[in-house]
């Protein structure tokens, strides 16, 4: 396309980790699609030459750290038609007033989904196996030859949250054989029944589940979904795993909980996150932590930047946008 014929572009996201999202042939492959009227990335829209080319922008490609798109953003810039986000969750720098303004939204959050269903379902499998403390006691002296408590045959999970990566994990726990119960209030049974799962309300599926995995969206009403009482509803030697966000867990009861050894935890995020040194959930043979390292790292962080060139493609070819955004979805959203 003629560079003349170019819808008008522009990347706001940290500098530090657009050569990774967005690397020198995505760079390219995106410059053919789009005039960028600034070679480097934006990470503050209140400096003096911002609004002189946000004037021009009819597409924005964000990503981590993008600042929020204000009234006083999008006043500035009268021609953007689209945001297209090289990452997950759009909630933190758009809101409604983007969306009144009739500008299309694009979230790479599909392409982050598939390294968390994979760090989630390594979890459960190893968490099964009793992997983690069987691990710590063998570097301690004490070799298990045989686990009464080990294996994942026969094992009932429990999935709370049929979001992007709860329904992959639904998939990928049905295809292996696994009975899959499955807690949404925005969920019906039909459409659970449709996944291969059971539709149940959550105390239920914490009385019957062997391994309970987190895909809630942080929301105000999800805060602690997981406290003390619904830890009491687990049964011995269930397992905790939380791979979406720590609030949906009261670490203060979770770190009770697993110190009478009665159920054990794996969490790749916590609340609060980092938790401080020394807190009681690290000492915990039974509990393996990790540091919010489930979705894409390193070398996995250009699909994001993939997947966002490939929907601006798709907007200038007037095709629908695969991770298309919808007003009613921000309150839902992560």
Known sequence: MPQAARPAGMIAMSRSVAPA??????????????????????????????????????ILV??????????????????????VHAAGSVKAHVGPEVFARGIVVSSAADANAEP???????????AGKRAFGMARGYAAGRYAEFGQRTGNDGRVIGVVGASRIGRRVIARFVAAGHRVLVADP???????????????????????????????????????????????????GAILVNTARGSLVDSEALARACATGRIDACLDVTDPEPLPAGHPLFALPNVWITPHL?????????????YAV????????????????RAEQLALLA
């Open 116 to 126: 968390v269903v994979d760090f989630t379902v390594a979890l459960v499998t190893l």
């Open 186 to 236: 925005h969920l019906d049974p039909v459409d659970a029944a449709g996944l291969g799962a059971e539709l149940t309300e959550l105390d239920e599926l914490c009385r019957r589940c062997d391994v309970v995995t987190l895909h809630a969206p942080q929301l105000p009403e999800t805060r602690h979904l997981i406290d003390e009482r619904r830890l009491a509803l687990l049964p011995d």
């Open 21 to 58: 999202v967005l690397p020198p042939d995505l760079l390219f492959r995106l410059g053919e699609t789009v005039r960028l009227v600034q070679d480097e990335a934006v990470e503050s829209f209140d400096d003096d030459v911002s609004p002189v080319r946000l004037a021009e922008v009819e």
């Open 294 to 306: 489930a979705g894409v790292q390193g070398s996995e962080v250009r699909r994001l930047g993939a």
């Open 62 to 83: 964000t990503g981590w750290s993008c600042p929020p798109l204000t009234e006083r953003v999008l006043d500035a810039a009268p021609r953007l038609r689209a945001v």
């Open 310 to 325: 490939a929907e601006v493609e798709r907007f200038v070819a007037g095709e629908p946008l695969l991770g298309a955004v």
